[in-house]
């Protein structure tokens, strides 16, 4: 299916949106009114420039408060729409897009309505254009897709439409039947589709509209049962983005347009498969490769400059990894402990970080193509003889993501290190990789979610905001079903100033324990940098819920943090910051907890400042 | 009276918090609760440092879900209060605060309310302690003050009050009976009073007070109102601000604390005139100078460093001005034209900006008064002989604001320049300024408003908002009644990030004329280098006003923007940036109106950027 991006959605001046368009890969673009008014640009220029980068401009937007108005107005209405229709066929653009009318003049009568635009659409057929009609979600009279096809319906005129956007009519639909009825409609009066998806947000829905709006899979609306219902009403345009988000309207145009473009191809696989067989036949969906889920993480790579690797491999050996293997041409070591591995890479030269995750799949090469269809960049490797083909993309957060094969083999990874012969003792109870934290930068939260969902499959989990000492920070994992790779991402809910007295985009590494305390125990013993708790902390733990004192003590004499929910518990702790940002959690679920223990960030957060600022007191 | 904050408004841990409430003043600090958990200090340690400070503990809080719960559930909260209290004593608060629940268990019984919370009471009373209740607006049942303090009336406890948040009040309260009522409610029985301002917003009332609450006289609500009726009643606690804020919440705590304090001034000041004379007799309100109202603009100040004098400089020259003076010692330069004055200050090494005004007033002396007992930092400055004494304080983004005496005189600071007898030329028809816009840093925006109310007494009016070609930008004016000093303040809704392709940080200065056509012609004739405007501008004009073809037709030709409102017509150009963010506009009112031209701000903006890409390609 052509693939279409409203201009409003991306920042910049016109050219600057066209060009983000072209390269990201969209067929066409819709013309925001505003976007060409500002523009210095001809709208002969612009058709051309569209022209030159292969973009069909689908649809001029937006046309307002046109209808139910008196004759004096209708005639200014009609003189407005001349003018509009000029530009347009200078612009090379042959559907307008109408919306319904929020004027406290507008009046409730469906017939004056239909006759209104028939008049209009009667102008615009001369010209050889048409007319999409649009109920906004907070129209006057009409704000629902069921008046406003009333209104299409009785006009009767081949040249007035309907446009369907997803936020207006998902916005106002309580029911499923609101939206499966569209696959009823003629698919010849759908002239344009627009998609956005959004978070589900209890507040004025025309505030709701012009800031929250995001693209699909980034939000809560069901976009593919939406989609598939005007497939199945036979919808043969293109699909649309119109997405007023505030984030997005300043973010680097290029990349924006490359996350929008991805939720297009997520939308078309994610819609296959519920579109019966008669309509799939007459139109051609992306189709993506198929990868096979993740199982699990194959190793976590932390990036340590030069002289850093001597605090993380000293952390890390007293945690119990021993230090397994040496890659065979590249400066990286291989620790491990049970199924925990981290590979220390003194390759680079920025700061500590988490450089890279090894995920697993039965298929690596499969999982890259996926991974290549969505768009994500792809990590251009040196690769010594004899040595495993690792395909590795970048995450939006600049995270490498390896596809490493599930199980042991000739072409494995492991076989690009010379192995010591060490054993991966087992002194302090740890057993895999639980989770990894990524600070998500501002701009690029969405974005990252998209990225994993679409490339790994992972699904948005335990979205959360808290406040923390330095502000606030929104928190949301991405995970597989059964819980073997779980991401979570957290980033600030505004962008940081120059008060930022926080670790600058934490990121951990959480080890699962089946014995939190006995792990806490060893570490301390064995030297670990381990974070001290507030007293107050567990005195607030005792009023709060009442714990067994035993419990309380324990708690309190590990300093391990404490989380409950009605499916199970979490008990966790946590090391001091290796180098600028990076440090390790070692956590135990019991039961089927599945969150992360958020509720006890901003203690840790605290006492990170503590440990740091005592650190320099020294 | 004594001024409190809930640490909760401020960024930080909370030693942070402590020294930013001490150093900006506050008598006393409300301790929220999640502050004190994530802190590593104990409750006798962070006693002792409010005390060294100067700090009293007035509350602790919040205490949840308390009240209308089974016996069972009322044992464990028994149990969890008197964990507080045991708190309480160590860190010396005396006062409880409990927020009517919000549990779905909690059932709708005030006297089961009024029994539990009696019994809450009673075992604080037995500790000297005391509960302040308060109606949370989203609470289960109790959800107005009136809930609350017939609760707290059946109650009957001497340890049991109310506590009042204006908030909670003003966001439920549609009518001022229910306001003006709380005048009647006994003063005894008011415990505490926390203070927020708030925008007017339709959302989610949690959504809302957790997000978007702002110090007094930043937001819509009425706060001398409310406040009045509280201390009629005769409460005598202290003025205690709670604000939960996104931006506050990660601003730097000293700044934010002395923004916090200064509107608590303003408030007493605002509340002193509405209250009747035997409350005032009781209680002491801060009474800073009544200073004049500003008269206008006796000077902007450009700073232009090195070498980029000479594009400024000619720009004025072309636009009309005249060099009239020199300043007796310091690299200072007088343009004239007309009332409209403009110093350009080569001494510093700053890039071009604005940086000063000079604003008129009957007595400067005591308009620097009122300014400090504001807490406007002062400058410094360095004046030679029988140089004015020209006070001046800094504004919240760094420009400097002068007191200047109004009229000629000995005195004055015109005194200081030695004239060239060049007379200020009026050849482009330029009278006055008519306003100066500044860029607001993110974090200071309604920062700035409070500062330009309370030390200049100017009102914010036109509050708006419009999507640029590179985000959001939000808009506030602060003016006088008359509109004699028009200051335009506008800012990122967002803080920007890595694409940022606009004019950082944008000001200009606008000057006001008689007749826009003919400055812009002869403008254009003297080479000024003016803003090119997009042919589409005027098609658009042209579709949606049906303007005069004449006027028009002159519109495009002079490459003048238009807008009108109800009152009045708004004529205006602009030139190009000079330096990396000044430049200047030309306006010409007609009628009443009182705006800026906004919605063709996206216009200029664009402009700027085509103007800047063709200089950067020569």
Redesign the interface.
């Known amino acids: 299916m052509r693939k279409a991006i409203a201009t ?1 959605c991306l ?3 016109l050219p ?1 949106k066209l060009d983000a368009a072209a390269a990201a890969g969209f067929d066409g673009v819709e013309i925001f ?11 002969e220029r612009l058709r051309d420039r569209c022209a030159d980068l292969g973009l069909s401009v689908e649809l001029y937007q937006p046309f307002r408060d046109f209808e139910t108005v008196d004759p004096e107005a209708l005639r ?1 209405n009609l ?2 729409a001349e ?2 229709f000029d ?1 347009m066929e200078r612009l090379g653009a042959e559907t307008l897009l109408v919306c319904s009318s929020v004027s406290e003049d507008a009046v409730a009568d469906a017939d004056l309505a239909a006759d209104q635009l028939r008049a209009l659409a009667d102008r615009a057929e001369r010209r050889g254009l048409r007319i999409a009609y649009e109920a906004l979600a907070w129209g006057r009279h009409v704000d629902t897709w069921q008046r406003s096809w009333e209104i299409v319906r009785r006009a009767d005129h081949p040249a007035l439409g309907l446009c369907l956007d997803s936020f207006h009519v998902l916005s106002r639909s309580r029911q499923q039947t609101d939206v499966s009825a569209i696959a009823d409609l003629p698919g010849d009066k759908l002239f344009f589709l627009q998609l956005a998806d959004a978070p589900r ?4 829905v025309l ?1 709701w509209s012009r800031h929250h709006r995001l693209f699909p899979g980034q939000g809560a609306f069901d976009l593919p049962g939406f989609t598939g219902n005007v497939l199945a009403a036979g919808y043969r345009g293109p699909l649309s983005l119109e997405v007023f988000n ?2 997005f ?5 290029r990349r924006a347009a490359v996350d929008a473009i991805r939720s297009l191809v997520a939308l078309e696989e994610a819609v296959a498969p519920r579109l019966p067989a008669p309509v799939t036949e007459r139109i051609e969906l992306a189709a993506p490769v198929a990868a096979p889920r993740p199982t699990g993480f194959a190793f976590v790579e932390v990036a340590v400059a030069g002289d850093a690797v001597t605090p993380v491999a000293r952390a890390l050996a007293a945690m119990g990894f021993a230090h397994v293997g040496q890659h065979r041409s590249k400066p990286v070591q291989l620790w491990q402990q049970a199924d925990a591995r981290v590979l220390l890479n003194s390759g680079g030269s920025a700061a500590t970080a988490v450089s890279a995750l090894g995920v697993q799949t039965s298929d690596p090469t499969e999982s890259a193509k996926r991974a290549h269809a969505f768009l994500a960049p792809a990590v251009p490797r040196e690769r010594g003889p004899n040595e495993a083909e690792l395909p590795a993309v970048a995450a939006p957060d600049g995270t490498q993501v390896f596809f490493c094969r599930s199980g042991a083999g000739e072409a494995d990874w492991l076989g690009d290190f010379i192995l010591s012969g060490t054993p991966p003792a087992v002194a302090t109870r740890l057993t895999q990789v639980d989770h990894v934290a990524l600070a998500q ?3 690029y939260f969405d974005e990252a979610t998209l990225f994993y969902r679409a490339v790994l499959g992972l699904d948005p989990r335990h979205d959360s905001e808290f ?1 923390a ?4 920070v929104r928190n949301r994992a991405v995970t597989d079903p059964r819980g073997l790779v779980r991401i979570a991402l957290h980033g ?10 926080g670790v600058p985009d934490p990121q951990h590494v959480a080890f699962a324990t089946d014995d939190v305390f006995a792990a806490a125990r060893a570490m301390r013993e064995r030297g670990v940098p381990l974070l ?1 708790v ?4 567990y ?2 733990l ?3 819920l ?1 714990l067994d004192p035993a419990l309380l003590a324990r708690l309190r004499e590990c300093q391990v943090l404490y989380d409950a929910d009605e499916r199970g518990e979490f008990l966790h702790f946590h090391t001091e910051v290796l180098g600028s940002r990076v440090f390790f959690e070692v956590v135990q679920r019991v039961g089927e907890y599945a969150g992360y223990g958020v509720a006890n960030a ?2 840790r ?3 990170h ?2 440990a740091r600022r005592q650190r320099q007191a020294h």
């Open positions: 409003v920042s910049g001046t600057d009114e505003n976007d060409l008014i500002a523009s210095p640009w001809s709208p200014r003189r407005r003018h509009k530009l947000l209890r507040m004025d505030q505030d984030v309207r300043q973010s680097a145009p930068p501002f701009d406040a000492p330095f502000g606030l600030t809910v505004l962008r940081r100033g120059d008060w930022s007295p001290s507030s007293d107050n902390y005195d607030d005792d009023a709060r009442d901003p203690v957060m605290a006492a400042r503590q």
